[in-house]
Every structure is written in C-alpha cells, then in structure tokens.
C-alpha cells in the first residue's frame, strides 16, 4: 500500500503527525493507540515492510478468546508513528486525541515469511506489550465485499482469560500512579500485589509474618453463589479446581479475595508436583489459604492498611472448609521462620502491618525469606538420553531483553512427571537454539524448544560462571508467563573483564594480570592453546582454590607446551607482581631461604597458567602451620607394565580396608597414571605421624594385593608392580592439586571421584579439560569435607589391630 494514502490524506502544515517517511529497521515493533475521533477507537499498527500496516478495531482488543474483534484495515503510517500522542486539530484527517494504549514487539512463527503471511490474510502474532500479550491471530474475512475487514482474534494460552475485557477500563485505569486504581470494581481482573525477596529474617514490631505456601496464586471472586478462580494473568481456574468453587460459594458476601491454593499432605506440608496434576484421586488435601481480601460489599479495601483488610477475612470464610484464613504473627519474624523451616516449610512472608495493597506491582513492603533459593527459567530445550524420556532441560532467563543460558536441570523428576513433560516440549520444537549466544552442552545432543514454558527450580548456589549449582527441577509455573519471570534471584552480570584486553591484560577482582601467547599450541594432540588452559582455570577457580591458598606453591612450567621439556621451580624471587602473595621458608639443602609463591586468589592462579604452570602442585600443609599436613596421602603410582585396571582393583581393596576401618578417605585420579587416597587430618598430627600411619595402611593393602603391589622406593626391585607410596607425606613435598590440569596427552584433569564411581573401565581421560566444568556445576565439589574433618589416628590404629 506505501504511504501514498497517508501523505494524501494530510497536511502537515496543519497536523503535528510524523511525515511519510519509509524505513527498513524491521524491528517488529507494535503500538496500539487510543483514537478519541467522531466515534472512539483503537488503532492497531504493526510495523511490516518499513511501514505501520495499520487497523482501527472499534471495540479495542481483547485478552478473551471468546472475543472476535472486527478489526478494520486502515491506510499504511510511517514507522515514526509508533510514538505519536497528542491533538490533532479540527478539520484535519483523523481530528481528535489520539494517546498510546500499549506497545512493544510481537513474534510471528519462525518459518513463516511476515509479509506473506499479511498478503495471504493470515497472521500468527505472538504479542509482547504490557496490557497486550501472549498469542493472536489477524484474519482477513472471506467476505470480497469487505476485503477491508479482519478479525483480531486472541488464542488459549498463559495470557488468555475467561473474564469480561474492556479495554476502556484499561485505559481509564492507565494514569493512575503506582499501586492505586481509581476505583476497584467487582468485575475488574485484578493482577495480585506481589513480595520482593530478601536473603535474611528479622523480627520488627511493625510487622507482621505468614507462612510461604508453595502454591499457585489465586484471585477469588466471589458474589451470590457465583465464583470466578483466576490466576495472575486472569487464567480461570474454575475447572481445575471445582472443588473450590462449591466451597466458596457458601460465601454470602460480595468479595474478592487473594490466596495461594496448595495440595498438603498429611502434615500440612504443600507439594508443588501433586498440585499441577491435580484431580479428584490426587493424594492430599486441596487448601486455598486466603492471606488478603480486597473487595467486599461494594467497597474497595485497597487503601485499607493490611491488619484491617485481614481482620474481616475469617467472618468472610467462616462457613467454608477448603477456603481457609492464612494467620500470622506479630513481630517475631526470627523464630516463626525456624518453626516453619523446622516443619519442612518454604518459608515465610514479612509484610509491613499497616500497608496498603497495590495490585499488580513488586514492593519491598512485602519481603519472602526462603530456605533455599529457586528461579523461574524458561525450557529452551532438552537433552537427548538413552536411559531415561531426556536427559536434561536447557534452561534461561531473560535478562536486559536477551535470553541466557543457565544451565542444565536432570533431576527432580518422577517418571509421570518427565512424560508428561516431553508431551508439552515435542510441539515447540524448533530447529535451531534461540539463545543468541548458543551454550556450551559439552557434547551432548540438544532438542531446541521455542521458549515459552515456565519451570521453577531450587538450586544450592551461583557459579562464578553465571550457571545454576545442583538445580532440581519443582514444576512447571503455569500460571506464570515467560514475561513474568522472577528474577530477584540472578546474580550480577558477569562481568567480561577476564578477556584480555588490546594490551594483553586481564582485570581480575581488581589486579591486572598480565596474559602473552595466547594462542600457542600446549597440546599438539587435539590443538588446545595456552588461552584454553586459561579460560579452563578460570572456570574452576572457585573449586581448586581452597586446595591452593596459604599453601607454598612447587611451579612446574611448561612455558612451550607438553611436548617440550619443562622444569620446576620453588624460588619465585623476581617473578611476581607487587599484588602477589609470597612466604620465605629456609631451605636446609639450598642454605638459604626460598621465596614460594603463594595462590591466594583468582588473580594469582591465572598468574601461574600464564607461566605455563599446566599443572599446580602445592604443598600438604598451610603457612599457619607448616609442620603438620591437612591431609595424608597415599599414591597408587603404577608401572609401565600395569593397566589401569589394576590400579583400580588395588585402589579398591584399599578402600575396604578403611572402611573396615572406619576410616574416612577421599579419592581422585592422579590425572596422569595413578589414583590419590586421601586422609582429612586437618593439621592436627606431624607430617612423620601422617606417613607412619600412611605406610601401616599401605602394608594392610599389601597383604591383600600382594600380586600386584609393592613398597620398594628403588624402582627395579618393584617388578613391574603398582607402588604403594606413602613418602609423599613429607614436609614439601608436593602432588598434582585437586582440578588441576597435567601436562598429558588428552588434557586430563586430576579428577575427585566418589567411591561409587570407581569401576573397571574408567580411563584417566574420562576427566578433562572439557567436562570438568559441566561435572563441577553438576556435582560440585565432592573433595569439599576433606579439609574440614579430622580422623583420630589412635583410634583408627585400635580399629586396625582387630582385623
């Protein structure tokens, strides 16, 4: 159509409206304007072709699938109209006030072509607005006479509701400020008033503290035996919960009410999964704890502070049973919560006693304290698994309007659970990922979903790396939408100040390190570069480091990669920047005192990668006390003539050994040919305490593997056997630390593992570079007790005497 029409039909000498100018951003953009001409209308403009194909829609839109809106195609506007509020004067085109009702960007299907989609009469439109949202579709109608005439027409989805929509309601209501409507009406869809997180409890007289259910919120309108349930985007909830609705209808009062519907279990303990499969033989009871009322009797209650709103909610419910008045007390926050964490509870909810109610808006005056944290995440898709429905979902958030990556969630799942799950994911699959930044799956096949279901998961921690620690998967919101995402609980943005800089300089927690070669070749074999090793300990960092502060530090360097010969060196004298950590130890061989660098921080291990330290090799004991190790060591360290197989069978009779034993011992692979066995001391014993009781076991493991073990220091009279070593506790000596990378083919790592992992078959490349960040965030750290528990070493000799 162009602008031709547009142009023709105006002069703007005479009207404030934009000029006909065509542009080709293409951006998707949509605004809906209120016309106040001779008859009210709503324009409809969608930004096609580098133009505003536009609509005038009588009645305006509507969030009702019920709702055919006859929608009246219009001349094209110039994109510039997409912000065009104000008069335009009599006797011009359009004349009258003209306001902007809504606006944002909307999705058509992504293997649809736009433009043929609007030549053909047949638009998918999926909205992102702050009133319009979710789903549509603009239809051209059949009839030739009135080729002019489509249907705006809204689809079932998270956005949709059954309630009466009146877009002059909206727009009477727009220019109110925050948290007050003009007036509440009874028919009025009310979004909910929702609670800030905040990380600690308190006790203050001026509030007041409920229990957090862990439910799906509901908004009750409730007037002459009739109910509507709906959820925060105006859902019905009405054939999901029937129940529900005969029991409120005993109500014989005008009301809305606010309330979290809940399954609980015997203990009165709610179970988010049960509730999203909810019917008549779920297990459990169906509860609606109603915690605020905002209507009654013809009279809004927003304005009313809290403690008065909910003095009048238990005469409201006294004759119901499932409706139930949510209690609260007073003050004394800090105890509250403990009962509630202490009864298997969430948490609890801290609201300021004398606040109003401002629908639809996040205060602080309504504070959620949790045990845990959770996130709401869109599914961007899913893992492929041979063992079970998928493997995993690949999860985002929406962040500053992109969507990011954060992580994978496999577990929290019944078998019920993931099919029903998998039925939703196959009819959003898409063919290619839609993060703009495609994640790193580690090798794993993905199946990409378009993201629109919203899942809750409980998580232990943020990664440095922005990824979700041991994430569980709780349920799918479906009473919430992908634009409605709470996201109080996304760490700050990881800053992109470990890349180096034009100068070669990373910023690290404040320190520049300085970073040269980058792209020189460490391991020939696969092509890895000096900057994969980098970005690899940075990954890590917030894993090995407990196993390298305070600790003196061997640098074995390999500044030419693994192929070239590399060298030790204790010494750190002329090295170190002015930020680094050092500590001078004597040196009775040297005669003099040895300067060792110390790993203190993030800064200082990236420091040594660049030295070309591959592998970080501290010692067994902290500055604070030198003389007495962490820990006691036993290297199964085999010969050319063994297998790693037989390492395994050794290292697990050692293990039966200790538990026979009662001993607690850790393991992880040596990352070159052996495995490590582990003994918390926590610096409690000498280091001669440490390797005496070390060479007793190492003897006990010999009786039992004598085949195939030896203790001969002297290489040639081991045999070709595995060595049983128990001299690494020695003051200075020092072994591969846990996470670090070797200076072997493969770039293994040397890798913790639990016992339970140890089986014939296992290589030490199973561990490397590449999956050692994927297995941290989905393990952690599984070596984390060993620094902080101590084994009795007399008690353990008593147990020892009796096998």
């Known amino acids: 159509m162009g602008l031709d029409d547009y142009i023709g039909k105006r002069d703007f000498k005479k009207t404030p409206e934009p000029g006909g100018e065509i542009s080709r951003e293409n951006k998707h953009r949509f605004v809906i304007q209120r016309h106040q001409a001779s008859r009210l209308h709503y324009d409809l403009r969608l930004e096609i072709d580098g133009v505003l194909k536009s609509w005038a829609v009588p009645?305006?839109?509507?969030?009702?699938?019920?709702?055919?809106?006859?929608?009246?195609?219009?001349?094209?506007?110039?994109?510039?109209?997409?912000?065009?509020?104000g008069s335009i004067p009599e006797g011009n085109y359009g004349a009258g006030e003209m306001s902007i009702w809504d606006e944002g960007q909307f999705d058509t299907p992504a293997s649809k072509d736009l433009l043929k989609q609007y030549k053909s009469g047949n638009l998918k439109l999926t909205f992102k607005g702050n009133k319009l949202r979710g789903e549509f579709a603009l239809v051209r109608t059949s009839r030739k006479e009135k080729k002019n005439h489509w249907l705006l027409i809204k689809k079932q989805d998270t956005f949709s509701t059954e309630l009466e929509y009146d877009a002059e309601e909206l727009a009477e209501r727009s220019g109110s400020q925050e948290g007050k409507l003009v007036e509440l009406k009874f028919k009025d869809p009310v979004k909910p008033m929702l609670a800030s997180s905040t990380g600690k409890i308190f006790n203050d007289p001026e509030w007041i503290y409920e229990l957090k259910y862990d439910g799906y919120r509901v908004i009750a309108h409730v007037y002459k035996g009739k109910v509507e349930l709906h959820s925060r985007n105006g859902i019905s909830y009405n054939s999901k919960f029937p129940q529900l609705v005969r029991d409120l209808e005993q109500v014989p009062h005008e009301a809305i009410l606010d309330g979290e519907v809940v399954v609980v279990n015997k203990n009165g303990i709610p179970d988010f999964q049960k509730l999203?499969?909810?019917?008549?033989?779920?297990?459990?009871?169906?509860?609606?704890?109603?915690?605020?009322?905002?209507?009654?009797?013809?009279?809004?209650?927003?304005?009313?502070?809290?403690?008065?709103?909910?003095?009048?909610?238990?005469?409201?419910l006294e004759d119901t049973e499932i409706a139930t008045y949510c209690d609260h007390v007073e003050g004394m926050g800090t105890a509250f919560y403990q009962k509630a964490i202490n009864a298997g509870m969430e948490g609890v909810i801290a609201k300021k006693a004398d606040s109003t109610y401002s629908p639809g808006y996040r205060t602080e005056k309504w504070l959620k304290i949790k045990a845990s944290n959770s996130l709401e995440c869109l599914i961007c898709g899913y893992t492929y698994s041979e063992a079970a429905v998928f493997g995993s979902l690949i999860l985002g958030v929406i962040r500053e309007g992109e969507l990011e990556y954060v992580g994978n969630c496999g577990t929290g799942f019944s078998d019920k659970a993931r099919n029903n799950l998998l039925e939703k994911m196959k009819p959003l699959k898409i063919k290619t990922s839609a993060f703009k930044e495609k994640p790193d799956l580690?090798?794993?096949?993905?199946?990409?979903?378009?993201?629109?279901?919203?899942?809750?998961?409980?998580?232990?921690?943020?990664?440095?790396?922005?990824?979700?620690?041991?994430?569980?998967?709780?349920?799918?919101?479906?009473?919430?939408?992908?634009?409605?995402?709470?996201?109080?609980?996304?760490?700050?943005?990881?800053?992109?100040?470990?890349?180096?800089?034009?100068?070669?300089?990373?910023?690290?927690?404040?320190?520049?390190?300085?970073?040269?070669?980058?792209?020189?070749?460490?391991?020939?074999?696969?092509?890895?570069?000096k900057y994969d090793l980098i970005d690899y300990y940075i990954k890590v960092s917030e894993y090995i480091l407990p196993y390298l502060k305070d600790r003196p530090q061997n640098l074995h360097r390999h500044p030419n990669g693994i192929e070239k010969d590399g060298f030790y060196q204790k010494d750190s004298e002329g090295l170190h920047e002015s930020w680094l950590e050092t500590t001078s130890i004597y040196s009775k061989s040297a005669r003099r005192d040895i300067e060792y660098l110390l790993c203190q921080n993030e800064a200082s291990l990236i420091y040594m990668a660049n030295l070309g330290c591959i592998e970080i090799n501290p010692w067994n004991s902290r500055i604070q006390n030198l003389d007495k190790p962490d820990y006691a060591v036993i290297d199964l360290d085999p010969s050319d003539k063994n297998s790693f197989d037989e390492v395994i069978e050794v290292a697990q009779a050692g293990h039966e050994i200790l538990e026979k034993a009662k001993i607690d011992a850790w393991l992880k692979t040596s990352g070159s040919s052996g495995l490590h066995i582990y003994i918390p001391l926590n610096a409690g014993y000498t280091y001669e305490e440490a390797r005496d009781f070390t060479k007793l076991l190492c003897y006990f493991i010999q009786e039992e593997t004598g085949k195939l073990t030896s203790m001969e220091r002297a290489v040639k009279n081991r045999k070709g056997k595995i060595y049983l070593d128990y001299l690494q506790n020695r003051r200075g000596q020092t072994l591969a630390s846990a996470y670090c990378v070797r200076p072997k083919r493969g770039a293994p790592v040397s890798a913790p593992l639990q016992w339970k992992e140890l089986k014939k078959g296992m290589k030490i490349t199973d561990f490397n570079i590449h999956n050692m960040p994927e297995r941290l965030e989905e393990k952690g750290d599984i070596f984390k007790k060993l620094l902080s528990e101590r084994t009795d070493i007399e008690k353990a000799l008593g147990r020892l005497d009796k096998l």
């Open 59 to 85: 009645k305006g839109p509507s969030m009702n699938p019920k709702d055919k809106r006859l929608a009246i195609q219009t001349e094209d506007h110039p994109i510039k109209y997409l912000h065009f509020e």
């Open 276 to 316: 999203q499969n909810y019917d008549n033989g779920t297990p459990g009871a169906l509860k609606f704890f109603v915690f605020d009322m905002l209507f009654l009797n013809g009279h809004s209650m927003l304005d009313l502070e809290l403690l008065e709103r909910k003095s009048l909610i238990p005469e409201v």
């Open 442 to 529: 580690k090798g794993r096949q993905a199946n990409w979903i378009k993201p629109s279901l919203v899942c809750e998961v409980t998580f232990s921690e943020w990664t440095m790396a922005g990824r979700l620690r041991h994430p569980v998967f709780k349920g799918l919101r479906e009473d919430k939408s992908s634009e409605e995402l709470n996201n109080e609980n996304l760490p700050e943005k990881k800053k992109k100040n470990k890349k180096a800089d034009s100068d070669n300089v990373l910023e690290i927690d404040g320190n520049r390190v300085k970073v040269t070669n980058l792209d020189k070749v460490y391991w020939p074999d696969s092509g890895l570069r």
